[in-house]
């Protein structure tokens, strides 16, 4: 992986690299198995992406409007985290994270954003293909300064407040985020504690 300058670890922390066996193995099982579920993203900053969540779909709240429901997600959210589990360092201080829900998509650039409020910070990226994977080094700033040329089998954690973006993207890369839902001052606020007890209860 060739970037530029030295890993800002308030930002990213590189896990592992997955060989090539395995990650061309996880996308023939996202090719056969997930594709049939995919949708066109619903993002502004994401257009021409396909994708599905795991687990439970969270809401993505806009500036005016946080009263949106979680959701029942895809039942594979065990296969994220096993995959996460094999290859996290036992040294790693993210050793014991457990996602809480994933998003698997394919195709698209990303533009420049911070994750929304249903995001706890630190959220794990698995990287299937080839792309120019950004993020800025500092939280206050509006745009990514520190660049990685990933090629696949990249895993890493990396803090989702913090803007990023994923630009020249290959057609058919595939990537795998997983995120715990935040509980801070700001998910407080616009309630996702209680939104997340809803969907629970309602199961
Ligand atoms: O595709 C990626 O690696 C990043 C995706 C992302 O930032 C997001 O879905 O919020
Ligand atoms: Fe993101």
Known sequence: ??????????????????????VDDIIAWLEKDIRPHLK?????????????WFGVEPPLDTETNYSQPFRTGLARLDVVAG???QHVPASSRFKDWQPETALVSV?????????ATYA?????GINLGRCVWSIASER?????????????????????????????????RW???AWRFASGPTAQERN????????????
């Open 192 to 203: 996702i504690p209680g939104r997340l007890a809803e969907f629970r209860a309602g199961r």
């Open 175 to 177: 990537a795998i985020n």
């Open 83 to 85: 995959i996460f589990q």
């Open 1 to 22: 992986m060739t970037q530029s300058g030295k890993t800002p670890a308030q930002a990213v922390v590189k896990l592992a690299m997955l060989d090539a066996d395995e």
């Open 40 to 52: 066109p993203d619903v993002s502004r900053y994401a257009r021409g992406r396909q994708r599905v």
């Open 120 to 124: 706890d910070a630190w959220s794990l």
């Open 140 to 172: 206050q700033a509006a745009r990514p300064d520190f660049h990685m040329n990933l090629t696949g089998g990249e895993v890493f954690m990396f803090n989702a407040k913090h803007v990023h973006a994923v630009t020249q993207a290959a057609d058919d």
């Open 107 to 115: 195709g698209g650039n990303i533009a420049a954003h911070r994750d």
